[in-house]
Nanobody, 126 residues
């Protein structure tokens, strides 16, 4: 397992941008898969974006396509979520997740990920 630490959350106005960072410590390998999820009080944790460690495969929730971009800098053991044109409905706690041996069909499933960061709050005002 690896340790994950998120940063970059904050308060922004609608239409603004934020970049979230997820720094990974511990053993990393080409078999590591990472994703961003978000959760609001009383709601389930929802998939946002996915990337494999080497960055060759990405996927996004329909609600963020065209606005969010997931990327990484493996030399820094860090993955990023660039969020542009933010909307009030993007308000949530954002979590970075990591796992290994994730079947393709389960990559959007929070239960498939063994390691989680502490979360970072993103608030978008109207």
């Amino acid at each position: 397992q690896v340790e994950l630490v998120e940063s970059g959350g904050g308060l922004v106005q609608a239409g603004g941008s934020l970049r979230l960072s997820c720094t990974v410590s511990g053993r990393t390998s080409s078999r590591l898969y990472m994703a961003w999820f978000r959760q609001t009080p009383g709601k389930e944790r929802n998939f946002v974006a996915f990337i494999n460690w080497n960055g060759g495969n990405t996927d996004y929730a329909d609600s963020v396509k065209g606005r969010f971009t997931i990327s990484g800098d493996n030399a820094k053991n860090t993955k990023y979520l660039q969020m542009n044109n933010l909307k009030p409905e993007d308000t949530a706690v954002y979590y970075c997740a990591a796992g290994q041996q994730i079947i393709h069909s389960q990559r959007l499933n929070a239960e498939a990920y063994a390691s989680w960061g502490q979360g970072t709050q993103v608030t978008v005002s109207s």
